[in-house]
């Protein structure tokens, strides 16, 4: 830019911001003039929600997350202080705080609905090109060949809806008041890696289940033990582990990838399958990276599963603090059982 510069006058006019060196000029950083640091670079939305505490904004974020995290009567935390989101303004962008009382005995919980459409398959092929020939495992009815699922990179369509937030006792747990918000939709176009999970396949995962039941029945006379197989659980925490896997397979930020998480009180039938989005709108490239390396992804994410110790599930393995339902459908067997369906290790020799 200091290549128009041509008059004294001109540096002149330009000093706050520039300064020479021999080889010509450069800028100078400075309280007052500083472009940079008015650029956010984890976030270049077409929309930008500030939160403002009084005068001072302490955070910016597109409008996905502040309808999350900032919509009215939400707890919001900063720097170890909590506040409670007074209100959003939706024409300025600003979600103004104001602090919370001391001893405030509740957090807050939204409810949304979130769907999640595929609009256009860019490329597709069989698992079997991605990883090698099925290893030991669980055995399950073998009486049919092993066919390979499909990996997908997807255009995707993800439609949110917060309709909702509930106080909840943080002592105890119970509901302590629900309140309805009146916010608009959001959608964001990305971009998704897609594991289908075929009814043979899912089959295999039901009669290694049993073999499971069978099993703890020989062992072990009380009922209570017998275990149910829960396929949206499974799904659910497979999706877990392969999105906390995925930093470990290429370089990314577990927050730059999303997942479909399962409510509890949801009424709506999913599609059968592993989903793993590009969480900026447009996508990064990320989810791109790990349809290329799905066989190693997939094959990762089956022996972290096997090889955490824990029974029912924890932040090890199929569970995370970033997960929108409170991990509240999980299943750790079926997530594991579903893994390594997927990889024809259920049709390989049992162990």
Not at 286 to 313: F, H, I, N, P, W
């Amino acid at each position: 830019c200091a290549a128009g510069v041509e008059s004294t006058s001109s540096v002149a006019a330009f000093s706050f911001a520039l300064g020479q060196h021999p080889g010509g000029w450069h800028f100078v950083e400075g309280e007052e003039c500083f472009p940079a640091g008015r650029v956010n670079i984890r976030n270049v939305p077409a929309i930008v929600y500030k939160v403002m505490f009084g005068e001072k904004c302490v955070d910016e974020m597109d409008e996905h997350r502040a309808f999350f995290a900032t919509h009215p009567g939400a707890i919001f935390l900063y720097q170890g202080r909590t506040f409670i989101v007074s209100s959003l303004d939706l024409e300025r962008h600003v979600a103004t705080l104001r602090l919370a009382p001391q001893k405030l005995n509740y957090f807050t919980s939204k409810s949304d609905h979130t769907a999640l459409d595929v609009r256009k398959v860019l490329r597709h092929r069989p698992l079997s090109d991605l990883v090698s020939p099925p290893v030991a495992g669980i055995a399950a009815s073998a009486a049919e060949p092993w066919v390979p699922p499909t990996v997908k990179f997807c255009e995707v369509n993800i439609n949110t809806h917060v309709y909702a937030f509930s106080k909840i006792c943080k002592r105890t747990g119970d509901l302590l008041e629900r309140i309805d918000l009146h916010l608009p939709r959001t959608e964001c176009d990305t971009v998704a890696l897609e594991i289908e999970v075929s009814p043979e396949l899912r089959q295999d995962v039901r009669d290694a289940a049993a073999c499971l039941t069978h099993d703890n029945d020989d062992n072990n006379d009380d009922d209570d033990d017998d275990y149910v197989l829960n396929f949206r659980g499974g799904l659910h925490g497979a999706e877990h582990v392969l999105s906390a896997c995925a930093s470990l397979v290429i370089t990314c930020d577990a927050n730059d990838l999303g997942c479909e998480c399962v409510s509890p009180f949801e009424q709506v039938d999913r599609p059968s399958r592993l989903i793993l989005y590009d969480a900026k709108s447009g996508g990064t490239g990320l989810s791109e990276e790990l349809y290329k390396r799905a066989g190693d992804l997939l094959t990762m994410a089956a022996d972290m599963v096997a090889g955490c110790r824990c029974s029912e599930g924890c932040l090890a393995c199929v569970l995370t603090e970033r997960c929108s339902e409170f991990n509240a459908v999980m299943d750790k067997r079926a997530a594991g059982l579903i893994l390594n369906a997927l990889i024809g290790r259920l049709r390989g020799i049992r162990i």
